[in-house]
Structures are given as C-alpha cells and as structure tokens.
C-alpha cells in the first residue's frame, strides 16, 4: 500500500509543505507537523489532542471504530483468558510472553521487593483520618523516589529494570495501607509466598489478631480486572507520566505525577463515579428521571462509566468485564440491587437516542465498581486498584521513552489570548 501524501496548502500565497506521513503497523498514519512552525510560522491547534499523535510507541494498539485492544499485537480477551497478570505485565514490559523461566524469574523479582522501607510506613502517620487514598498514594508513590535512588540511572538498562520491579512490587503494598491507614487498622506486611492478587487482598483484609485466607475466586477476578486495566496507550494519566518523565526526573516521581492525573472522575475516578451515581439514584423507579436529567446539557450530570474519548462502537474491556461481573456476583453468591440498577441503566441507555448519536457506551469503569463491591473493595479504593493494574503500563510507557535516544522534553506552544503588550504604570498613576 502506497503512504498517502500530506501538505500544508496557504492559500493566500500558494505556498505548500509537505508533511511526511509517518507509517505504522496499525493504524492510521500520523502527520509529522514538527516542522510547521519553522517553515510557516503558525503552529497547530488541538485541545484535547482528539487528533494529535504525541509519541510512536509498540506497546498497546486501540481500534476505537471496531473495538479492538491488543497489547504487543495479542488481543487483550485471549490475554485475560489464557494469561496471569504478572504474565502480562511481562509481555507489556518486554514485548514477548515469558516462558516457563523467565515468568519464574520475574515473578520471584516482584515478590522479593514487595516490602517498602520501614520509614516510608511511617509516612502514613502524617495524613489525617479521612484522606482519600488516592492523595496517599500520589503522597507515598512520588515519596519513592526519596528512598530508592540507587538506581535512577535512566540511561542504564539494568536501572531502569530494578525501577521497574520495586515499583511494580511496592504499589499494592502502598494502596493497601493507604486502605489500613483509612479504616485505622494495622499494616500487613507482605506475605511473599501468595501471588500478586493474593497478597494484595492479604494485605487489605488480613488483621494481625486471626488468619485469614484469601478467596481463589476474588483473586482470580482481581487478576482478570488488573489485566484489563494494564494498558490504554497514551491515555491522559500515561501521558502525564511521559510529560513529568520527559523533563528527565526521578521515575518514582514521574509515576506520582500519573496517579495524580489518574484520579480525576473523567479518568480513573470514573469507577468510584459510577458506584457514587447508583447511590445517588438509589432505586431501578429513579432511572428515567436520572436519565432526563444527563440528557439535559444544563444539568451538568453525565452517565458516568459511559463514553469514551476513543471508543466509538464499544469498549472491549467492558465487555469483558460486564460478562465477569455476572460470574463473580454468582460464585460469591452476592445479590447486589446495584448491578439490577446498572443494567436498567445500559438497557436505556443503549436504546435511547442520545446515547446512539453520540456515540456512548458502556466502558470499562462502568462495571469494575461492582465487581470490586462485590469483593469488599471499599468504592474510595476503587480508583487505588485501578492504579495498581495501570502502573505496569505506566512504568512500560517511561521505559519505552527514555530508552529511545531521541528523546526530547515535552513543550507544546500556546495560541496566546491574553492581553497585547502594554506598559506598567506606577500605582500612583493607576
Ligand atoms: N454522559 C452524558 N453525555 C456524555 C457523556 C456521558 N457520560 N460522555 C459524553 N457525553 C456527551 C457530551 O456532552 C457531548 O455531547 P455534545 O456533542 O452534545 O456536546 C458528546 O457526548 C461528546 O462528549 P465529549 O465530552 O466531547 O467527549 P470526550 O471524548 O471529550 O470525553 C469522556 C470522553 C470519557 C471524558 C466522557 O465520555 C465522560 O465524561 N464520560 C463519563 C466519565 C467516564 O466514564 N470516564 C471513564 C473513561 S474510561 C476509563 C479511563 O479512561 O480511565
């Protein structure tokens, strides 16, 4: 197939520039537009970047037309199916799906640095009662990089390798004290010989004072959930991680700066949105009246877990977690009225109008809320789970930048709207 050829076109003087299509192995083609301001003087303008390409990147590839989400070419339903989490996390760090040793070897790596310094424990004693956990975790994440910078060298393979395992190690272990802290119950240390999931709801759920053991069937879900969540390409909280990590600073820091971006309810908050919503709505007879009032542009009320920046057909992980909610809820044996209140809610939605010109559908966050409910995932740690799953692609994105000798600091321009310059007078004269 030929590469379509661009160019700029002034139209008041006829002047033309060529814009080299750079060529992918999926995908639509981006425009180079980095030469635009040098040759023409204008730059160009894209809020939102709705059409704006930041980076090449051979992590994850996202079809939002027919649906499709594929880490390193796999698609991610075979993924979850067939492949444990920390299988994935491998595949998305390295490119390949680990064999038998190498996945041996990378989840002992992982288990042996689940621990965080002692000090940092302490941390937690300064934040009031009541913080969110999100504001713990973006506190004690970006406070990493005060703790483990022997190995910060981000031109050094095996550096960024060590950065990568404490941190995909340490962030379950800080999310469930952020969860102690918050419900005033003592740390658990990490038990190394349970499995990612495992431990993580060890760490949440065990108390000192009596054993408990971790249910197969929440840990299975938990995996399933984190792989969904693993990657999204360059959503706002990765490119954020690109953006803080471009300047060249601490990668612990530059992953703070992603869990900040992350909690806003137009992106990982959406999850605890959702749940907060079918409280607010409370029973299936309020449904339409709720509905009038999203429809409503001066309400200011969205249907929260529906629609997508770049999903326009359907969101693969949706699908795959609505059919996960109903098999969790079913082997807990939970009956939970919220997931009767969802599906009320997608049943009109995906009927009405609205919705179907606008293209919105149910994603990803409109049901991860119920599964994690149904596992005791207090709804403020939802968006903390969803941190933990997407700081493997967080940590993917960073290596995969600063590895590239190409790497220049992130700095986009303005279309300036302030005032034309003007002279200071004294205040006397004012
Ligand atoms: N409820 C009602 N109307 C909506 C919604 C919604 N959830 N989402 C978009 N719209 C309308 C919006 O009002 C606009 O209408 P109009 O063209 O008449 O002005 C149109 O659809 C396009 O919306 P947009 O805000 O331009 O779309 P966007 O691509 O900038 O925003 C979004 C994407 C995900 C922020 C948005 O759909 C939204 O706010 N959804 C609810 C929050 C949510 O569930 N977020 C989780 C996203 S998936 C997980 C993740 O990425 O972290």
Known sequence: MSTPSYSLLNNATGEKLDLPAIGGTLGPVG????????????????????????????????????????????????????????????????????????????DSSIRKHTMINENLNRFFEGFNYDAHPMAMLTGVVGSLSAFYHDTTNNKDPRHREIFAHRMIAKIPTIAAAAYKKYYGQPFMYPQNHLDYCSNLLHMMFAVPAEPYHVNPIAAKALDILFTLHADHEQNASTSTVRMAGSTGTNPYAAIAAGIAALWGPSHGGANEAVLTMLDEIGDVKNVQGFMDKVKDKNSGVRLMGFGHRVYKNFDPRATIIREQCHKVLQALKVDDP???????????????????????????DFYSGIIYKALGIPVNMFTPMFAVARTVGWVAHWIEMVSDPAMRIARPRQVYTGAAERTVSPIAQR
């Open 31 to 106: 425009l180079d537009v980095g030469k635009v301001y040098d040759k023409t003087g204008v730059f160009t303008y894209d809020p939102g970047f709705s059409s704006t390409c930041s980076t090449k990147s051979a992590i994850t590839y996202i079809d939002g037309d027919q649906g499709i989400l594929l880490y390193r070419g796999y698609p991610v339903a075979q993924l979850a199916e067939h492949c444990s989490f920390l299988e994935v996390a491998y595949l998305i760090l390295n490119g390949e799906l680990p064999k038998g040793q190498e996945l041996q070897n990378f």
């Open 338 to 364: 919220k997931l009767e209140l969802a599906m009320k809610l997608e049943e009109i939605a995906l009927s009405d109008d609205y919705f179907k010109a606008r293209k919105l559908y149910p994603n990803v």
